[in-house]
């Protein structure tokens, strides 16, 4: 289970959350800026909470009275950002073998392959991010951040750039995914229909706030 009770201060908002999140979908839905991306950054690591702890079953992320900030390249977290944010200078295949450099033992280039063909890119190996559709970014994105093989997966708004056929492809596809990964999943999105076909839960967020929390 993962366990997030943190605060967190920016200059005009203010961050506090407690909840928890079991092995399925947790959806996070809230108006722009209420605070869903910086619960995501806090638990990848990207942003430190000023206070509180975050933990995944044994492994403990973020601690503030012991003082311990695991880094963020062992927490295996999984992180689908908002409009994917694919290295640009780099062809897909380096894209996703990225994600091993730190994780070695997640495995080989083999790896790249395996996945690329289980996410259906194989073909765009060798072309840049600029070369791609939406849809086939969002492939990238997801090959690149479960090839560490995660404990935990984030996505931020993972189908908001999207037209809706290729939206429609893609869903069915994520829940394929969520069969397959028994891992907490936690997912942004703005779209309330999407977040009820998509998700088991759905966490709602507003002014940094936790207002609702319903299970579907
Ligand atoms: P959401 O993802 O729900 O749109 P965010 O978590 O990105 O919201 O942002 C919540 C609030 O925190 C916003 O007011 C945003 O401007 C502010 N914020 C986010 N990141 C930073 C940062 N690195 N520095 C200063 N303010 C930030
Ligand atoms: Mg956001």
Known sequence: M????????????????NFTADREVTVILGPSGSGKSTILNCIAGVAKPDNGRIAMDNDVYFDSEEGHILPIHRRRVGYVFQSYALFPHINVFKNIQYGLNNYKEA???????????????EKLLKKYPYQLSGGEKQRVALARSLIIRPKVLLLDEPFAALDKRTKQILYNEFLEIKKKWNIPILMITHDEGEAQYLGDRIIRISNGCLINDTAL
Not at 111 to 120: C, G, I, L, N, Q
């Open 2 to 17: 993962l366990i997030i009770d943190i605060n967190k201060a920016y200059k005009d908002f203010k961050l506090d959350v």
């Open 107 to 121: 495995g080989t280039n083999d790896e790249v392959y395996r996945f690329a063909e289980a996410f259906k890119i």
